[in-house]
């Protein structure tokens, strides 16, 4: 049996032109230790160009975030095009098919998730969570993106909290960035 780190709660809205991703900072080790407080899962990538946040399994995330970089770098930036590489590696890959770990990546224009199985999502609705208290900040951001005037970055935010007081597993330490 082997003990693993994982990361968890992302929150992206796009909104009013801009797109936001929040995540938290808890890393838990197993399934009761917090074993950080303040970890980093929200980044800008590609010369600031992307945005991906990410929750799972830490190691493997940070695996699918260097493959992805390298997909933006051979597509030129091209995020449609990215995913979709990283998707089909995913699946055909005997090592990445192992990778237990989602991301949430966004350009200027566009905004996917890309999940464990290799599947790529394009939200309806401008906002899109994933992780151990996604469903919480999914159903917050979207509750926000329509009866608020809040901002994109400002309910990617909030939804992280409200989230945040229910999931065990997210705190409220969040990094938030957006382009």
């Known amino acids: 049996m082997s003990i693993e780190f994982r990361g968890t709660t992302i929150c992206a809205v796009k909104k009013g032109g801009v797109t936001a991703i929040a995540g938290d900072g808890q890393v838990t080790f197993g399934e009761s230790v917090v074993f950080k407080n303040n970890a980093k899962k929200v980044r800008r990538i590609y010369n600031d160009q992307v945005i991906v946040g990410f929750a799972g399994s830490v190691s493997d995330a940070f695996t699918l975030t260097e493959r992805f970089e390298a997909m933006l770098a051979k597509y030129s930036g091209n995020l449609l095009r990215s995913v979709v590489s990283l998707a089909e590696l995913w699946r055909e890959d005997k090592v990445a098919r192992k990778l237990e770990a989602m991301m ?31 469903n919480y900040a999914l159903a917050a951001g979207r509750a926000m993106i329509e009866e608020t005037d809040y901002d994109a970055d400002v309910i990617a935010k909030k939804a992280l909290l409200i989230a945040s007081k229910i999931c065990v597993y997210t705190n409220d330490h969040i990094i938030v960035e957006k382009i």
């Not at 566009?110 to 992780?131: H, K, L, Q, R, T």
């Open 104 to 134: 949430i990546c966004a350009d200027k224009d566009n905004m996917y998730v890309v999940s464990g199985g290799g599947e790529i999502i394009e939200p309806d609705d401008g906002v899109c969570a994933i992780g151990s208290g996604g």
